[in-house]
């Protein structure tokens, strides 16, 4: 950053700079969780018992991907894992943008902190109800 007259100015390669690596961040993250759903799909196709000669019947949900309650198992873990993601990025937002304006404003420090605590506390607690109730899918 350079400063003139008491102003930070961004350099002219920064801003370009940032969003290319958000791009390609972007692109990688999306590639490892394609590759990651491909392997947890393509693993049970591998988990299959071997056959022998004398055996003719096969079960009725060997053909699925998710046999029998997994599928509901697999969906409370993504939606659970889903919840805590969301409720960190909310709560990383709101401590971020607390210590932002607590920068701006050292006088209203204490006002701040305290709101950004409560709001804090009520995303933990929409947060662990998410989850209770991914947990609560599984079970049933």
Not at 23 to 28: D, G, M, Y
Not at 51 to 60: L, M
């Amino acid at each position: 950053m350079a400063t003139t007259t008491g102003r930070l100015l961004p350099r002219g390669g920064d801003s370009k700079g940032r969003r290319m690596m958000d791009k390609r961040f972007a692109k990688v993250a999306l590639m490892l969780m394609v590759a990651g759903m491909a392997l947890m799909l393509v693993s049970p196709a591998f988990a299959q018992p071997a056959h022998t000669e004398g055996e003719t019947a096969v079960a009725a949900d060997s053909g699925s991907f998710f046999p029998g309650m997994t599928a509901a198992n697999f969906g409370g873990a993504i939606g659970a894992g889903l919840v805590v993601i969301g409720g960190g990025y909310g709560i990383g937002r709101i401590g971020g943008s607390a210590v932002e304006s607590m920068a701006r404003q050292p006088e209203a420090a204490g006002s701040i902190s305290t709101a950004m605590i409560i709001t804090a506390a009520m995303i933990e607690g929409a947060t662990l109800f998410g989850v209770l109730g991914c947990f609560l899918a599984i079970q049933k």
